[in-house]
Structures are given as structure tokens and as C-alpha cells.
């Protein structure tokens, strides 16, 4: 299994500003994922964060709106950038270690955009 | 493409009672498959995967799930519900061939009442 942290848990922005979000894992891993979801809704993959590339990201989603980082093999950070009221949403981290072949997720951030 | 489908926005089930939460699968190959659970405030977490072997796969709280080619099914169950068990539960697919991704059903709420 794996231990994920995320920070921060929750925040509240104002429209045009920039948000970043990080994820921890207590071990190292080569896949890292972002996800978004809405409350109650399902998630939809962001991108997918490997450690010493440039970080894929699925149809609707753009670097320039959602810079990630993945410095080394235990953290990652997703930017939120220019951020509109359609940016509130939950935003979660996700590893995958390969071993079993299952995904872990952090607590996720909560974002709300006024 | 690989997918998942949760019929049921909403199960409803009395405390004690046997409860299953549905899901359905179109997958190409052998099929991965996952649920996980996640409270309010919370991200997911994992419960149960099936990946080969005995159809009838055990996790964790109880939960168990069953595998079943000929219908394309990996439905969750529980003998015996617990208010607690109140959640929104995902079932999801990996997909080996698109860079390890999963995907996830849209979400079932279980509501148990005491």
C-alpha cells in the first residue's frame, strides 16, 4: 500500500489567481495521477505525472492550465492556473506502485473559486 | 476502449440486510477490475480487485465481489450491512494497453438505515 498526503486539504480563491496543489507519498513510485472530480460525481483523469518526463495529459487539459511538476520519486505538485468558478472542484493525487495493480489516492484539495 | 457501467445512482438498504451495488464491464482482453469506497470529505479507497483466479474475491470490511464472465459482471456485496458502510462506491477498470489508466463507473451512493 502507500501513504499519501495532499496539501492543502481545502481552499478558497479568487477568480484569475493561481493554485498549487501538492501530493506526498510515503515511498517512491514511478506513476503518478491527478484527478478531478465534483462532489459526488466520478473522477475524470487530469494527467499522468512519471518521474523524469514530461508530464501526459488527456483531452480537455492543458499544460498551460494545469502545470504539474515531478521533481522526484515521492512528490508532485498540480498547479491550477488562472483559476475560474469551473475550477471548483476536488482535485486528487494517485499512485500506483505496479505491485497488485491497484491505484491509492490521497485525502484530495478542495477547491472552491469565487 | 475499456469501461465501466453503474446502473444505480442509489441503493437503498435497511441495516443487516444484504445489500449489492452493480457493475458492469466492456473491456477488451482480460479485464482488471476494481471498487473502491470513499466517505464524505475523503478520498478513495480500495476495497477489493479481481484480476484472475476464483470469481468470488474478498476485501476488505467485508465487502466481497463476483466475478462473472458470461454477464460481464463485477458486482459488489456485503452479507450483512452496517450504517457505516454509508458511501459513495466506484467501480473501475485498469487498462494495461493505455498507459495503465483506469477508469471509473460513474457512482453509487449506498445509503443503509438503521
Known amino acids: 500500500s502507500a501513504v499519501i498526503s495532499q496539501k492543502p486539504s481545502r481552499d478558497i480563491c479568487q477568480r484569475g489567481t493561481s493554485l498549487t496543489i501538492q501530493c506526498q507519498v510515503d515511498?517512491?513510485?514511478?506513476?503518478m495521477f491527478w484527478y478531478r472530480q465534483q462532489p459526488g460525481q466520478s473522477l475524470t483523469l487530469i494527467a499522468t505525472a512519471n518521474q523524469g518526463s514530461e508530464a501526459t495529459y488527456e483531452s480537455g487539459f492543458v499544460i498551460d492550465k494545469f502545470p504539474i511538476s515531478r521533481p522526484n520519486l515521492t512528490f508532485s505538485t498540480l498547479t491550477v492556473s488562472n483559476m475560474s468558478p469551473e475550477d471548483s472542484s476536488i482535485y486528487l493525487c494517485?499512485?500506483?506502485?505496479?505491485?497488485?495493480?491497484?491505484?491509492?489516492f490521497g485525502p484530495g484539495t478542495r477547491l472552491t473559486v469565487t | 476502449a475499456q469501461s465501466v457501467a453503474q446502473p444505480e445512482d442509489q441503493v437503498n438498504v435497511a441495516e443487516g440486510n444484504p445489500l449489492t451495488v452493480k457493475c458492469t464491464y466492456s473491456v477488451s482482453g482480460n479485464p482488471y477490475l476494481f471498487w473502491y469506497v470513499q466517505y464524505p470529505n475523503r478520498g478513495l479507497q480500495f476495497l477489493l480487485k479481481?484480476?484472475?483466479?476464483?470469481?468470488l474475491v474478498k476485501g476488505s470490511y467485508g465487502f466481497e465481489a463476483e466475478f462473472n464472465k458470461s454477464q460481464t459482471s463485477f458486482h459488489l456485496k456485503k452479507p450483512s450491512a452496517l450504517v457505516s458502510d454509508s458511501a459513495l462506491y466506484f467501480c473501475?477498470?485498469?487498462?494495461?494497453?493505455?498507459?495503465?489508466?483506469?477508469?471509473f463507473g460513474s457512482g453509487t451512493k449506498l445509503n443503509v438505515k438503521p
Open positions: 479481481y484480476i484472475t483466479g476464483d470469481n
Open positions: 494517485s499512485v500506483d506502485k505496479g505491485e497488485g495493480y491497484e491505484q491509492y
Open positions: 515511498s517512491q513510485v514511478t506513476m
Open positions: 473501475a477498470v485498469r487498462d494495461f494497453d493505455n498507459f495503465n489508466k483506469f477508469y
